[in-house]
């Protein structure tokens, strides 16, 4: 789980999600301070949306075919 770069507090899992959905950061219920998901965080996360979109869209966009085109 994730720390508080401050004070070291453990969050909760909820926490931990509420901050990873907040644009403008969460304050951290032990310490007060404002704490933000990190940039790596938030480029691992986008990766993640868009792989589970791609998954929900890619079967519309599958054709099939009768003959073999030569794909082994």
């Known amino acids: ?7 070291n507090y453990k969050g909760s899992f909820k926490e931990v999600m ?3 959905f907040s644009k403008d ?7 007060g301070e404002k704490q933000y998901v990190s940039k790596t965080t938030q480029n691992i996360i ?3 949306s868009i792989s589970f ?4 869209i890619f079967p519309f966009f599958i054709k099939l ?3 073999n085109d030569g794909y082994q």
Do not use: E, F, Q, V
């Open 1 to 7: 789980m994730a720390r508080c770069t401050n004070c």
């Open 18 to 20: 509420a901050a990873g």
């Open 25 to 31: 950061g969460k304050l951290c219920p032990n310490c």
């Open 46 to 48: 986008s990766l993640g």
């Open 53 to 56: 979109l791609l998954a929900i």
């Open 65 to 67: 075919s009768d003959k």
